[in-house]
């Protein structure tokens, strides 16, 4: 069994799971926390009522925070040819084709986001096994297979999140660092709740939004009031 550390039963102690607070509460109460000696990622959890299962109930894309995510994501591009030099320019972090295919397939997987062109997917389609469990697969509905390579690279680089829900219903995703001003996460944290609530599908049906929490990466969760 794990043993937890002194800074998090310090934290937990902090916390009345019963109680449910306002952005700005959580996020003020988030600051008390012991800090560990690196620059956390604050990150939001949501469940959801929603049956991915059932395809118009499925929940996935993208958003640029307004704040961004406080780090340079490390972005990988499949293309050839002229698209290649395209994602060169554009900055991608590693660019290639049947070779880089084949370097995913090995194992490699010091990368954040995985773009390509529509006409390699029947290439990268081969590396399912590889990326889908790790939410990399590259996806239409994540921005990330796309003939505009250029502004996908430019837009993940700056820190656009792509989320998806889970089995379960459950997304999370990352709205900042500990070292953002308070009123910077306020901002990340209902900007992400107010677009998830827009992309509400249309078939669900009942309550869309069960619980919602914040923590930090080595924090307990502080839940937020959902109305």
């Known amino acids: 069994m794990a043993t937890?550390?002194?800074?998090?039963?310090?934290n937990t102690k902090k916390v009345d799971r019963t109680t449910e607070h306002t952005v700005?509460?959580?996020?003020a109460l988030l600051a008390t926390f012991d800090k560990p000696n690196f620059d956390e990622t604050v990150e939001i959890s949501m469940k959801l009522g929603v049956d991915t299962k059932k395809a118009d109930q499925q929940i996935r894309g993208t958003y640029s925070l307004p704040n961004g995510i406080g780090k340079t994501q490390r972005v990988i591009a499949f293309a050839e040819g002229e698209r290649a030099k395209e994602a060169e320019a554009a900055g991608a972090d590693f660019v290639g084709g049947a070779d880089l295919v084949k370097k995913v397939?090995?194992?490699?997987?010091?990368f954040d986001v995985a773009v390509t062109t529509p006409d390699m997917m029947k290439h990268v389609g081969k590396l399912g096994r590889q990326l889908g469990p790790k939410g990399l697969m590259p996806s239409p509905k994540g921005g990330t297979v796309t003939q505009d390579l250029a502004t996908a690279i430019q837009e993940f680089k700056a820190g656009k999140i792509e989320y998806r829900a889970d089995a379960l219903g459950n997304i999370n995703a990352p709205v900042g660092k500990r070292s953002f001003p308070e009123q910077d996460l306020v901002s990340n944290i209902n900007a992400f709740i107010e677009h998830i609530l827009e992309n509400r599908p249309a078939a669900v049906k009942g309550r869309f939004l069960?619980?919602?929490?914040?923590?930090?990466?080595?924090?307990?969760g502080i839940r937020l009031a959902i109305g």
């Not at 397939?105 to 010091?110: P, S, T, V």
């Open 24 to 27: 700005e509460e959580a996020v």
């Open 4 to 10: 937890k550390s002194k800074r998090h039963v310090k």
């Open 210 to 220: 069960h619980r919602v929490s914040i923590s930090a990466s080595m924090s307990p």
């Open 105 to 110: 397939q090995d194992g490699w997987l010091e």
